[in-house]
Nanobody, 122 residues
């Protein structure tokens, strides 16, 4: 089975930076896409940033220019560099991936990590 594990969240001052990492592990045949979503209390989960093996990138309007997504395909890792953080960025950040298992009976599935909390506050 495939698992996604996030790390790097925590408390940071407005204007500060954090780097989130997500590692996909298990019986992975291929990672088709990975990305980051976030959900603040009382709000819908929204796209933060996403990337595909073809090199396409997508950013949410509220983070474009401040956040940067990158990945290491050999290590099945995706990273989110967050700069110029604002209190509005406070949320639980979730790693997401579309991944094919090495088991041929397992279809391509969308996996989610359990999330890591980012709290931007003075």
């Amino acid at each position: 089975q495939v698992q996604l594990v996030e790390s790097g969240g925590g408390l940071v001052q407005p204007g500060g930076s954090l780097r989130l990492s997500c590692v996909a592990s298990g019986n992975i045949f291929r990672v088709y896409s990975m990305g980051w979503y976030r959900q603040a209390p009382g709000k819908q989960r929204e796209l933060v940033a996403a990337m595909t093996p073809a090199g396409k990138f997508q950013y949410g309007d509220s983070v474009r220019g401040r956040f940067t997504i990158s990945g290491d395909n050999a290590k099945n890792t995706v990273t989110l560099q967050m700069n110029s953080l604002k209190p509005e960025d406070t949320a639980v950040y979730y790693c997401n991936g579309a991944i094919r298992d090495t088991d041929p009976e397992v279809a391509i599935m969308e996996y989610w990590g359990k999330g890591t909390l980012v709290n931007v506050s003075s």
